[in-house]
């Protein structure tokens, strides 16, 4: 027989492709929800990176920045960071209480972020305001940020004080140029000159501040070869460099880890799809049973059937992947518009096209490798069979294994194409590559459970029930789609599991966020000599208040055991305490919310080497333990200390707790300021603060309700996407259960049609049905049960590093909707079998 050519066999397909996609909307419906996940995912991530990338010197401020805290450069130290022909800029930042003017409805008082800028400053980007425009600012005016006039009710022209020094607010901030450089921070924030900052004497000797010197580089010169030179010069400094390429690293970062989560959730949401798409595929390719045993007999190969049908598939895909391609484009705008607020810079409208070419190839590899192994059997079965394959089963595939060789391999190059673009496209390409593994293993895992449940119903008495004994006989008769179901059910249930976990664990890490005892206040910089007056200041004003006074300092890791800080190629992301300054104190006794795991406390009054007491979890990242050496620099010098004991720290208490306590006789002589948290009546805090602030200017008070406000902000969003991508990944799930219902229509067609033919009532074959579904569901949900709680653990605990704590009652209560959510589904996909009339379904046999 001669081949029909390209051309003539897509004039057939086309012919035979419904306009509405008929028989292939399951492929659709599946393929465009994968891609347009993937791709709106894949353009937001690096739509935000690239805009981080992009601004990085105007983020940054500059090409270079140096940054430490608790002092300003030696003068040795500032000649060697000016560049020759480079321009440089310093700013200093710190913490600090605004007292607006006495107005109703205002508090008074407001932690802010308070910013002295020299004469340079911004050396990149626009200090843009409300109105007017920036200039130098004289000693004794003060910008304020938009959120900062709300609250304290401030407008042009009106007086505000810090410290000891009254200021005039000479404009509104409308954009910070290097807002998102600055990090977190726990409040608006309020710009003054280097000069004006010096008049408030919030800047003294232990306070906390922290200075920044920028540089703006001649062209040609390369911000790491300058900073390489300092880091020569200056080992034991203490300093912290970022340049214009890293201008926001914990941003980015944050950004790609959420991303690349969010993403894999998508592409194992494509992956469960997958599955959808071959059921769909199978249902389609038996309802053409009769068109196809038709070409066979005129003379049409096998290699014809299957170019015919895989084109048809093919056109499908590729409207189902460019539908997802729009999507996926149109939604970042969209996404950026509604909560761009949120974001930590707004991205510019623009196409990626990576995202997007990285989103189709994984949408067209999926359908190839979902759809391969239905076309196998079509093409390879003789026309008789498929004419009688309502009511004969043949091995057809399974007694030709050239053929299912072949086959298998296909789908195996298909697959291991999509492992290999995903853990190529992935920032972490181990943490990819377990996600595909664990996904790939529950398949397989439903997969033998299916098979397994074939067999054992095959086994088991008959039961004397008539709608039970049908239920059993349906999951082994021939032409029993028992794998599919099990696979579409246990995927769902799982699913469902897996969100009601992790959306309860997230609760529960809110609810931890307030615990049943914390401070109400955070005070910070009270001066180290004045601990006895501020006690008592306190006490005369809430009697009842429980104090935890703390000396407090900056410090930086540069040495753990032998090892440098410096000449680690990469940080690891769970070493966070290695990135920059930390906060460090000392003391005679263990400190409140921590409990010691090893080594011993030092008398209080030891005189020896210095000691350290290191957090545990930080020891065992660093692979250090008791007696082992940590170099820490504090205020410029470095101090060498050996770790006397390890700790662990109740970190919900929101109390002190630091991850490095020194003994005292190390640090005590050191300029340091005290830092207090206070526990006292509601009905105190307003008096307290005013007589905190009044006899210290210098001190600045943190509201526990600001902190967990914004915690719970963080949460409540990282939830919500969490939520959306699962969403998607749970109508996947449905999408295959209702593949799996469609596959098997024909020979449920056929059952149904036997049944009323003898007598059976509609309502007893649904029955028989409903009877199966609720026993591979029930069989089901300790599986369930099993696996969407390791899958919920392992995003809570091991990816986002939170407390594992469900709520199992919950979880057990969306099990049982999900299980009657999918028996309702499949009772509604019974319907048009039970509507087929008895006379026609005979004539088609």
Known sequence: ????????????????????????????????????????????????????????????????????????????????????????????????????PARPGTPGAVLTELKGVDGAYPLTGTLRLASGAYTPLPADAILVDRALAERLLLRVGDRLRYGTAPFRVAGIIAEEPDRVGEGFTLGPVAIVSLDGLRRTGLVQPGALYETKYRLTLPAGVAPDGVVGGWKTRFPAAGFEYKTRDRAAPGADRFFQRL?????????????????????GVGAYLTAKRGAIATLKVLGATARDIERLYLMQIGAVALVAVAGGLVVGAALPPAIVLLVGDLLPVRPAVGLHLLPLVTSAAFGLLVA?????????RARSMPAAALLREGVERRGGVERRGGIERRTALRVALAGGAVVALAVATARDPLF??????????????????????????????????????????????????????????GLALTLFVTLAAIQTSLDAEIARAVPARAPDQFVLDVPSDQRARFEALVKSNAPEAELNVVPSLRGTIVAYGQTRVADLAAIPDDAWFLRGERGVTYSPTLPQGSVLTAGKWWPADYAGPPLVSLDR?????????????????????????????????????????????????????????????????????????????????????????????????????????????????????????????????????????????????????????AVEYALLAGLLAVLALALGGGAAWFVIVRVFEFGWAPDWWVVGGVLGGGALLTLGIGLIGSWPVLSARPAAVLRRL
């Open 1 to 100: 027989m001669r081949r029909v050519s390209w051309t003539a066999l897509w004039r057939i397909a086309r012919r035979d492709l419904h306009a509405g996609f008929r028989g292939l909307r399951l492929l659709f419906v599946c393929l465009f929800l994968g891609v347009a996940t993937l791709a709106t995912i894949g353009s937001l991530t690096a739509s935000i990176s690239s805009e981080l990338g992009a601004r990085g010197r105007v983020i940054l401020g500059g090409d270079v920045e140096v940054a430490m805290t608790q002092r300003e450069a030696a003068a040795a130290e500032l000649a060697a960071l000016r560049q020759p022909a480079a321009r440089f800029s310093t700013t200093i930042r710190l913490r600090a209480m605004a007292n607006g």
């Open 259 to 279: 991303g690349q989560f969010l993403g894999l959730i998508g592409l194992a949401a494509l992956v469960i799809a997958g599955i959808g798409v071959g059921n």
């Open 368 to 376: 190839l490798a979902f759809a391969l192994p239905p076309l196998a």
């Open 432 to 489: 990819a590559a377990s996600v595909l593994a664990a996904v790939a293993a529950v398949l397989l895992l439903l997969a033998g459970l299916g098979w397994a449940i074939r067999r054992l119903a095959a086994r088991v008495p008959r039961p004397r029930a008539p709608l039970v004994r049908l239920a059993v006989a349906n999951l082994h008769r021939p032409g029993a789609q028992t794998g599919a179901l099990v696979v579409a059910l």
């Open 617 to 769: 979890e930080a020891a065992r990242v660093m692979k250090v333990g008791v007696g082992d050496t940590l170099t820490v620099s504090i205020l410029g010098r470095e101090i060498e200390a050996k770790i006397a004991n390890l700790r662990e720290i109740h970190w919900e208490t929101l109390g002190f707790n630091y991850i490095m306590v020194f003994s005292p006789n190390t640090l005590a002589a050191a300029p340091h300021s005290l830092t207090a948290t206070i526990e006292m009546d509601d009905a105190h805090q307003g008096a307290v603060t005013r007589a905190i602030l009044t006899a210290f200017p210098s001190a600045s008070i943190i509201a526990t309700r600001e902190i967990v406000g914004q915690v719970r902000t963080i949460l409540d969003q990282m939830a919500a996407a969490i939520l959306l991508s699962a969403s998607v990944a749970i109508l996947a799930g449905i999408a295959v259960l209702i593949g799996a219902i469609a596959a098997s229509r024909a020979a449920r067609t056929y059952d149904s049609t036997i049944l009323k033919t003898l007598g059976a009532t509609r309502g007893q074959v649904l029955g028989a049905q």
